[in-house]
């Protein structure tokens, strides 16, 4: 097992930690946006173990459900936490469980901190609770982001197939429609989606205009889920091929790098009036340009600074300047004809694919190189690292500013101590039948389905 140990800020460039550990472990190639552009990509904050689906996969533990929910002085006084690790400009993803089953006033002012951080903010939800006036306060707080996670392994009824839930999407986008959010939608892939990727990948070409950003997640055998091992012909390349194939152009996946290669692929869709294009397609300019960083760019707060580092690159560095003028030339051209069906307007659509690991096989080079975190008791940690050992970072024991000093609040009674007292091992813990979720669940109905057999056989001997 992976040493939970997070990763901390020593110096004045919050980007180095993670430029570091992507050097060593052979990543930090010429493309390598992360250590780079930004200190981390996003950074999980999870505000409840609750959740209302009972998916066939989920990241979620067994006894997660028995977690009390955070409370919110903790919760803050985390945003600041990542805010000393990485700075301004950092994604928070507000996330669960579901959040939405939070107060509306807990919700509101997790969204409020971020934003006085200087942090952008994402709302991580399957929507079933998301109403449009919950989502109307959260944009007035100042929410940045709503992630929507729709897809099969969430089994909602009458739904069976991947296709079929383009009708929940629409509703969503709908939903969030005039608030000022960008909208993403998450999708897990697994051996039941994963020869309708083509035609869901048609959907969100169709839907440029209203979707900034499409995650693919690919099953992994880790937390609560009846459905385990992934199928051998789902691989980071098989999906991408697939995604290709729905867009309707090549695309380059390898062109921009987002952290550690066997983790995540990314690449980049610009699309105005039914017309599409790939950008990056001109890999000797990206590498270029992404130097261009490291010699420019000697902010402390981490995270890219788009508008400032561009016209710091058109002073001085004025031919590569011209080289960008002249690749955004191209990609004008190439558009042109929907640029005037859509009267100059055009959106960029972003496509990120995440080879989550098993929780029995994390890689050390991985964990160390994330770009994915989540924020716990003592520091950031690697999501895929957090997933493997979530009952010991949920339970332990979480410190809490008071008037008369500190404090340590426990998940599983929901009370305080003036002491962190050893977490309340939940091992043995029994959960009520209605709270069971996953393999827990399919078992308690496995058993109550053959005592019921039992009782029919016992019944007829007697006859």
Not at 29 to 34: C, D, I, K, N
Not at 61 to 71: C, H, I, Q, T
Not at 249 to 259: M, Q, T, W
Not at 414 to 423: H, K, L, V, W
Request: glycine fraction near 8%; charged fraction near 25%; charge should be positive.
């Amino acid at each position: 097992m992976i040493s939970p140990s997070g990763r901390q800020f020593t110096g004045c460039d919050h980007r180095e930690p993670l430029r570091t550990a992507l050097k060593v472990h052979g990543e930090l190639g010429a493309r390598q946006t992360g250590g780079r552009l930004f200190p981390m990509a996003c950074v999980s904050l999870e505000i409840t173990q609750r959740c209302n689906l009972d998916c066939t996969l989920c990241y979620l533990s067994d006894r997660a459900e028995l977690a009390k929910d955070v409370p919110l002085p903790i919760l803050l006084a985390r945003i600041d936490m990542v805010f000393q690790h990485y700075g301004a400009g950092t994604s928070l993803q507000i996330s669960g469980g579901d959040p939405t089953l939070r107060k509306i006033e807990d919700l509101e002012a997790l969204v409020r901190h971020i934003r006085s951080r200087g942090m952008r903010s994402c709302f991580m939800t399957n929507g079933i609770k998301a109403t449009r006036t919950m989502l109307e306060r959260l944009a007035a707080a100042g929410l940045d982001d709503l992630a929507l996670h729709v897809d099969l392994t969430q089994e909602r009824k009458g739904y069976d197939t991947e296709v079929s839930l383009n009708e929940v999407r629409d509703a969503y986008i709908q939903r969030a429609e005039g608030l000022g959010l960008r909208i993403l939608f998450n999708t897990t892939v697994f051996e039941g989606n994963f020869t309708e990727l083509p035609d869901l990948v048609r959907y969100f070409r169709k839907r440029a205009d209203a979707i900034t950003l499409i995650s693919f997640q690919m099953q992994a055998d880790t937390g609560r889920g009846v459905l385990r091992e992934r199928d051998g012909e789902i691989t980071q390349s098989s999906v991408t091929n697939a995604i290709s194939d729905g867009i309707g152009i090549p695309l380059d996946f390898d062109a921009v790098s987002v952290g550690h290669s066997h983790c995540n692929r990314y690449t980049s869709l610009l699309v105005a009036g039914g017309e599409i294009i790939s950008p990056l397609t001109n890999r000797l300019l990206i590498e270029d340009a992404i130097a261009a960083l490291d010699d420019l760019d000697e902010r402390e707060e981490g995270n890219l600074n788009v508008r400032r580092t561009l016209r710091r690159i058109a002073v001085n560095k004025p031919t590569l300047a011209l080289r960008l003028l002249g690749e955004a030339g191209k990609w004008i051209w190439q558009l042109r004809r929907g640029l005037l069906r859509s009267r100059g307007r055009a959106s960029r659509m972003s496509i990120l694919v995440h080879n989550f690991m098993d929780a029995s096989k994390l890689e050390k080079s991985r964990c160390e190189s994330c770009v994915f975190m989540v924020a716990t008791e003592n520091g950031p940690l690697s999501m895929c690292v957090h997933n493997a050992e979530r009952d010991s970072h949920i339970f332990a024991p979480m410190r809490i500013e008071t008037e008369s000093g500190p404090r340590w609040w426990n998940a599983e009674t929901g009370e305080m101590s003036q002491r962190p007292d050893t977490p309340v091992n939940v091992a043995h813990e029994i959960i009520p039948r209605k709270r069971l979720k996953g393999r827990m669940k399919a078992e308690q109905v496995k058993v109550h389905s053959n005592m019921k057999d039992i009782k029919k056989r016992a019944g007829r001997n007697n006859t």
